[in-house]
């Protein structure tokens, strides 16, 4: 949940009552969070110890919780959030990306490779019918508990990445025993040897894995972008980030509706905290090395 200066909606007018009920003035409950309730919102931050950043983050939320806060209407996808990405692999056939870009879908990402040699066997036929159709391609990496030298150079290999393509380090419990799980210092050399080799930290993705290992955050995994899964309403984010980038929020039977995606069925989909523009230019902003 992240609401800021340009979100609109329920969300934000229960907000806005609640931070006059405070006695942080922001006027008129009008549902549009402009820069009254962004004074407001730092008025609160600051009155609760939290960073002022104007900004009702999850943190926010939660502190505003604990004094009888919440929202009258739950709405998904939450405001200033687009139900705009989908995550794919070979698993998902066929898949006719027209239908996907008019069922409303801006970006793919698609598995590329898995440790040190599995590689996608659709990843490079999808990418190019998911180029033709407009859409932005991202390519993950499962991690294992392989050489990761090898894991990010294989990676980098298959992914074929351009300027334009978002790159993600998938850090979850693996049930192969011959691979193992990646370790916290593993993902760290991963995401720092990508950024050598391309010149920004990849997105990383998981869910309790990152949080369970993290502990109270750390200074280099934080850096990267977070895609955040969680089947549930109300995520709750891994100490170290203030905010997802994107949120897992469906495995395509758990989790909130929709589930499924016209071109594809039911699949892994995705929210953006932001708007089209935003995630156009958060996927297209550049590996310079590339």
């Given amino acids: 949940m992240l609401l800021k200066t340009g979100s609109q909606g329920r969300e934000v007018k229960d907000w806005q009552n609640f931070l006059n009920a405070q006695g942080h003035n922001v006027g008129t409950a009008d549902g549009i969070f402009g820069p009254d309730t962004a004074a407001g919102t730092k008025a609160f931050q600051a009155a609760q110890g939290l960073s002022a950043d ?8 939660a502190a505003a919780q604990a004094l009888g806060f919440q929202f009258a209407v ?6 200033g959030n687009i139900n705009a990405v989908v995550d794919i692999s070979h698993f998902q056939s066929n898949v006719d990306f027209a239908a996907v870009k008019a069922d409303g879908l801006l970006g793919v990402i698609h ?18 019918a998911a180029l033709d159709q407009g859409l932005l391609w991202g390519a993950y990496h499962f991690g294992t508990a392989q050489d990761v030298p090898t894991q990010v150079t294989h ?13 993600v380090l998938d850090w979850e419990e693996n049930g192969i025993a ?63 980030w ?24 039911n699949c ?11 995630l156009s230019s958060f996927w297209k902003s550049g590996l310079t090395n590339a």
């Avoid at 598995?111 to 190019?128: F, I, L, M, V």
């Avoid at 990676?155 to 790159?167: E, I």
């Avoid at 997802?244 to 071109?263: K, S």
């Fill in 74 to 79: 739950s709405a998904f996808p939450p405001t």
């Fill in 268 to 278: 892994d989909r995705d929210v953006f905290a932001g708007t089209a523009s935003d």
């Fill in 242 to 265: 203030s905010a997802y980038h994107m949120w897992q929020y469906t495995d395509g039977v758990h989790g909130p509706e929709p589930h499924a995606v016209n071109g594809i069925g």
């Fill in 111 to 128: 598995k590329a490779t898995q440790g040190a040699t599995y590689t996608d066997p659709e990843y490079a036929s999808k990418r190019s």
């Fill in 178 to 240: 011959s691979q193992g799980t990646m370790s916290l210092d593993q993902a760290i050399e991963f995401v720092e040897r990508v950024k050598a080799a391309v010149g920004q930290y990849p997105v990383l993705y998981g869910g309790s894995l990152i949080k369970n290992s993290v502990g109270s955050g750390n200074d280099i995994l934080s850096q990267c972008p977070l895609w955040l899964a969680q089947y549930a309403s109300n995520p709750s984010l891994p100490n170290g």
């Fill in 155 to 167: 990676f980098l290999d298959v992914a074929a990445a351009d300027s334009n393509t978002l790159l």
């Fill in 54 to 61: 104007g900004m009702a983050g999850n943190n926010t939320i």
